[in-house]
């Protein structure tokens, strides 16, 4: 400040430029305290984030490491389920049947969804698939319009008549053929022998006749609807016939000493026929229509479900796998195949350790070809129509 020889106080003028220096440092100071609050601020802020971050990261990785646990378990367990409100794995209790056969324990385990593993394709067509040896054909199963007869072998020409016959036109499926020359084979080392193959496979043309003939033995006291049910009764219409398959067969027994050809005995109470009866599913044979007390009074009577009450000795190939699920269920086919509808994915154990898995496909009846799975440890495969709507592949494991 001045003061003049007035004793008058004059206020000296401000410099503006170091006003606005102090000004322009004031806010300097200002802006640094300031950025230094928000980097304070922001850096907590970071820090929090990245904490609560972490943390949901730790715990989603926790969550996805639990929820693969759960679905390994669950691929590992197909048939088991998993509870959405508190995701606990419950696994499904599928049935199982045991049975122990000539001192060895036999057990059917039903497979549910799981499917098969490590498997290739094969291509088959419908023709082979008809001929496969499960085709069902009965009062309610006609022969389908496409079966074919074409690859018969004459049982007599093929063996060289050294499975008997009773003529030439005896002829079966290679398959049914191979599998009764077996049988035979096996009969003849346990020293029995005497066995004659009847009859075979029968042409709709012959079937028909036999049809036609049982209604003129009738004709006298029916007509019409009821006489073609009545002529069922004994004779099967034709197309629904066993014999009209190829793969049945009838046998008896024959006496070199008897001029006629025919031994005397019952087959069914002889050796020869016991034994055939209770060994046929080793070789994939099955009796075809027990009835009571026959072959004898140990098997159950299936007459209800073949809608065949008559005695036969009539045996059917349908392959290694189905006849031991059939032996070990005592099934006859109509059971066996309505069973397979149901559980259409089973194991089949011998001694604990894998014989046989079976699976049935659902299939478009009109399709020529079908492409089907065979699982690369499998050493042999089955595959047929069951004339039900499926296909059903058998899988034999050594």
């Not at 669950?74 to 696994?91: F, H, K, M, V, W």
């Not at 069902?136 to 050294?162: E, I, Q």
């Not at 699976?359 to 129509?385: C, H, K, W």
């Amino acid at each position: 400040m001045r003061i003049n020889s007035n004793k008058k106080i004059h206020k000296m003028k401000r410099d503006p430029y170091k006003t606005l220096l102090r000004a322009a440092g004031i806010l300097a100071i200002v802006v640094v305290v300031g950025i230094g609050i928000f980097y304070l601020c922001s850096l907590a802020v970071t820090n929090d984030y990245v904490t609560k971050r972490n943390a949901i990261e730790k715990q989603n990785a926790e969550a996805e490491v639990e929820f693969n646990a759960k679905m390994n378990a669950l691929r590992s367990n197909q048939n088991a389920t998993l509870d959405p409100e508190t995701g606990e794995i419950t696994s499904a209790d599928l049935p199982f049947w045991e049975a122990t056969i000539e001192e060895r324990q036999w057990r059917i385990e039903d497979e549910g969804t799981a499917g098969l593993e490590n498997t290739g394709t094969i291509t088959l067509e419908r023709s082979a698939l008809l001929t496969g040896g499960l085709l069902l054909v009965n009062a309610w199963h006609a022969l389908p319009y496409d079966f074919s007869d074409a690859d018969l072998v004459s049982v007599g020409t093929a063996s060289g008549y050294k499975i008997p016959v009773q003529n030439a036109s005896v002829r079966l499926f290679p398959a049914a053929y191979d599998a009764l020359s077996e049988m035979l084979n096996a009969a003849n080392e346990a020293g029995l022998e005497h066995y004659i193959v009847r009859e075979a496979y029968r042409t709709n043309d012959e079937q028909t006749s036999l049809f036609n003939d049982e209604m003129a033995s009738l004709s006298e006291k029916y007509s019409g609807d009821i006489l073609i049910e009545q002529a069922k009764k004994r004779v099967n219409y034709p197309g629904t016939s066993e014999y009209q398959t190829g793969m049945s067969f009838r046998m008896d027994l024959y006496n070199k000493e008897n001029k006629d050809g025919v031994n005397n005995l019952k087959f069914q109470e002889s050796k020869q026929g016991e034994w055939f009866t209770e060994n046929a599913w080793k070789y994939g044979v099955i009796f075809r229509f027990p009835v009571a007390d026959f072959p004898n009074s140990s098997w159950e009577d299936k007459s209800y479900k073949t809608a065949v009450s008559s005695r036969m000795n009539l045996y059917r190939y349908v392959g290694p796998a189905h006849a031991a699920a059939m032996r070990i269920m005592d099934y006859c086919l109509e059971e066996y195949v309505e069973f397979l509808v149901n559980h259409p994915h089973i194991c089949i154990y011998q001694d604990g350790a894998l014989k046989y898995e079976i699976v049935r496909i659902n299939m478009n009846e009109g399709d020529t070809s079908f492409a089907l799975p065979v699982p690369n440890p499998a050493s042999d495969y089955q595959a047929s129509m069951d004339n039900m709507g499926g296909i059903v592949m058998a899988y034999t494991y050594n």
